[in-house]
């Protein structure tokens, strides 16, 4: 995952999702941010809040709308997940929750605790769910396969109900069903 500088000039697109919107924002070095809202207005503003000199592109952007395409299809089938080119902002530690997330196999998920156990980091359970909560990636950087420890759903960025349809599509996945 490449860092993402400061003044980086972001582009994005919005598309429909099973999941609801998803926007896709992209940087010179690859896709900068990805996420979910049931209204087109709300994950505009939200792109907008993280990137705010972000502007939006439209389908006529010819990488854009490659990059909208190749995301709907990560959402859509998160076990078929190819190598995006990222570009992240965050702390080291966030970059090395971020990273450590990406180890989890689909239809599998960790507890916030052994997600900090994983990095070295047992103590930082809380500084672990809050870069899970920072996480601008959805899907690709698979946030939403951390539980609390009890095995109950906790927050999710983009809402506990598409943290559950992500989930329970990926069990089904992985229990051999499509």
């Not at 993402?4 to 000039?9: M, S, W």
């Not at 503003?45 to 990488?63: E, L, M």
């Not at 080291?92 to 994983?118: D, H, M, N």
């Amino acid at each position: 995952m490449t860092p993402l500088k400061q003044n980086t000039d972001i582009r994005f697109i919005t598309g429909a999702s099973s999941l609801g919107m998803v926007l896709v924002a992209l940087g010179p070095e690859g896709v900068a941010a990805i996420m979910l809202d049931a209204d087109e207005r709300a994950v505009q503003q939200a792109v907008q809040a993280c990137f705010p000199t972000a502007r939006a592109g439209g389908a006529d952007d010819a990488a854009l709308a490659h990059w909208l395409a190749v995301v709907t299809t990560c959402v859509e089938t998160p076990w078929a997940m190819p190598d995006l080119p990222l570009e992240v902002r965050g702390t080291p530690f966030q970059q090395q929750v971020w990273q450590a997330l990406r180890g989890i196999p689909c239809g599998q998920t960790v507890t916030y605790g052994e997600l900090a156990a994983r990095i070295g980091r047992p103590g930082a359970v809380r500084a672990v769910a809050g870069a899970c909560a920072a996480n601008r990636l959805a899907v690709v950087v698979p946030c939403h396969r951390v539980i609390r420890h009890d095995g109950s759903l906790s927050g999710y960025r983009w809402g506990v109900e598409r943290k559950q349809a992500l989930l329970a599509r990926e069990r089904v996945w992985r229990a051999g069903g499509k």
